[in-house]
């Protein structure tokens, strides 16, 4: 399955024990046209607020940033499934809010969104409120949602767990007839299990209706102006909320931008592009600790004799009571989990040397962190989300068969031999989808105050040139280039955090095309 993680890989569960709550159902199909320009302000339903800050500060306990006097709050409020019939059915949205204490001269509520899509919003909010600048939470409320179709906000669940490991221990370098058969059934299997669960309510789940909710969380939080910070398909929902209200932006950052203008294709070999060299920073890292290299003086040929290695024999765990094996599929996914930060480099290198040696436990570990899977075998349902909302915004004429994608991965396994076979094989997540479609509007947001956009010189799921277009696009768009590594990059670095500071806070925006050092 196609995933473009944010901030936040994977929903942890964290608020689902915070609250027991459990699914929702998703409500009646919409109306499936979009539209690019907003209407008169509909009036937007109130935030039930409850203090859920015992049990959160309970389970955050001993993670670095909590000893930071923080409160927390839940809150539940509805919006139409149809935003063209705003007294319609409506679905259930939930939010978390982080307050430090001590607030000084609050400006508002600052909205974030994580990225995936499919990541809880809700659950960032936790994480966030731990790393974030208290310069900027002493300005601001920190408010995080689960989209609609996400996490607590009526989640789109039809893809069975077991589909999901089946998936995941699949051959991640599709480049047969037999080997993408193979892949393009589960595929199917995944499309026809959605349409069986929902039928033509899945489109009710995409970005421009989505986008629509924020403004009526902005009315209900009761922010004359949004501001907001969104990573990785975060931006996009960032800017369409821009495109659609350009005048109710007060602040924007968007970090880590998915590129406006390539297609899925072209999106999908730039990052495995991406991840190729992603992967040679990482074994270059690797090769040149002091304490020596756990995956020798080669990694890449390392971790093509593992994957060689599994295939003939799946890695064995000794975490107790797993029964999983490590096929290359799982190799892979850890892989690709730990190409989104420098700071999970040490945890893969030993994972993998361990797999090597006949242990697949931190394999796993990364895996399963991934993609959402929990300790008792269930998932979160990031990745049932992460596919409804890519395809519910996919153009229905943007689709490829089955020998359009062997044929492409069979020509990106030549330039990137660890990802793209899998990068192609991907384009065939939304072909059998059947379900209405919103495509995405162009975004200049004509008329927005500035919004600053982040791009990192070594982003391994959206490259650079991503934040270059997007800022290009905006009519007041502002670039700022972090030359570092890993997935997004505020607040990593002085640098790049003290320009968002300055501009979250005091509206001042950086110079257009500052670039910050990697340290």
């Known amino acids: 399955m196609r ?39 509909p009036e937007a339903a109130p ?26 709050e839940c809150g539940r409020t509805e919006v139409p499934i149809d935003h063209d019939e705003p007294d319609g059915a409506t679905l259930p949205l939930f939010l ?15 909205l974030v969104n994580p990225g995936g899509p499919g990541a809880s919003g809700a659950d960032a909010a936790l994480s966030m409120a731990l790393t974030l600048p208290e310069d900027v939470l002493r300005r601001f409320d920190l408010v995080g949602f689960d989209p609609r179709g ?38 199917d299997e ?28 902005r009315q209900a939080l009761g922010d004359e102006q949004l501001t907001y910070l969104g990573y990785s398909y975060g931006t996009t929902l960032g800017s369409t909320y821009a495109e659609l209200y350009p005048d109710r932006v007060r602040a924007m950052v968007l970090d880590g931008a998915v590129d406006p203008d390539t ?34 003086d080669d990694p890449r040929r390392f971790l093509d004799d593992l994957l ?26 850890a892989v690709l989990a730990g190409m989104y930060d420098p700071a999970t480099w040490p945890q893969l290198s030993q994972a993998l040397a361990a797999a090597r040696n006949g242990d697949a436990a931190g394999v796993f570990s990364l895996a399963d962190s991934s993609s959402g899977r929990l300790d008792d075998g269930s998932y979160t349902n990031l990745l049932d989300a992460n596919t409804a909302i890519s395809c519910a915004d ?40 059947d379900a209405p479609r919103t495509p995405l509007p162009e975004r200049d947001a004509g008329g927005s105050a500035p919004i600053v956009v982040v791009g990192n010189s070594g982003d391994p799921v959206t490259p650079l040139p991503g934040a270059v277009h997007l800022a290009e696009d905006l009519e007041s768009g502002v670039l700022l280039t972090w030359q570092g590594q890993g997935h997004t990059s505020y607040p990593k670095t002085p640098c790049v955090t003290d320009a968002v500071n300055a501009y979250l806070v005091d509206l001042v925006a950086p110079q257009d095309g500052l670039t910050c050092p990697a340290a």
Not at 27 to 39: E, F, I, K
Not at 207 to 217: E, G, K
Not at 421 to 426: I, L, S, V
């Open 3 to 41: 995933l473009r993680r944010g901030l936040l890989a994977a929903s942890t569960g964290l608020l689902l024990a915070v609250t027991g709550c459990t699914s929702s159902e998703s409500g009646q199909p919409p109306d499936s046209s979009a539209t690019t320009t907003a209407d008169a302000e």
């Open 47 to 72: 935030i039930t607020w409850t203090d859920c800050d015992a049990r959160i500060s309970e389970i955050i306990a001993g993670t670095p940033g909590s000893e930071r006097d923080l409160a927390f």
């Open 96 to 110: 978390v809010r982080a307050t430090l204490a001590g607030q000084t001269d609050r400006i508002g509520s600052l």
């Open 150 to 187: 996400v996490g607590l906000s009526t989640p789109v669940e039809c893809i069975p767990a077991e589909l999901k490991d089946r998936s995941i221990a699949a051959e991640p370098r599709p480049t047969t007839r037999e080997q993408m058969d193979q892949v393009v059934a589960l595929y």
């Open 190 to 217: 995944a499309a026809d299990a959605c349409t069986e669960e929902y039928g033509e309510a899945l489109g009710t789940f995409d970005t421009v209706d989505t986008a629509r909710d924020v403004d009526l969380l």
């Open 263 to 296: 297609d899925q294709q072209q999106q999908a070999e730039a990052s495995s592009t991406a991840l190729e060299a992603s992967f040679d920073a990482f074994a270059a890292n690797c090769t040149g600790l002091v304490s020596g290299c756990p995956l020798g």
């Open 308 to 333: 060689a290695a599994a295939a003939a024999t799946p890695v064995a765990s000794s975490a107790p009571g797993e029964t999983r094996t490590a096929t290359p599929g799982v190799i892979t996914t």
């Open 394 to 433: 996919t153009p229905e004429d943007e689709t490829y068969d089955e020998d359009r994608v062997l044929q492409l991965a069979q020509e990106w396994s030549q330039r990137s031999p660890l990802f793209g076979a899998g990068a192609a094989a991907g384009l065939y997540t939304c072909s059998t989808w």
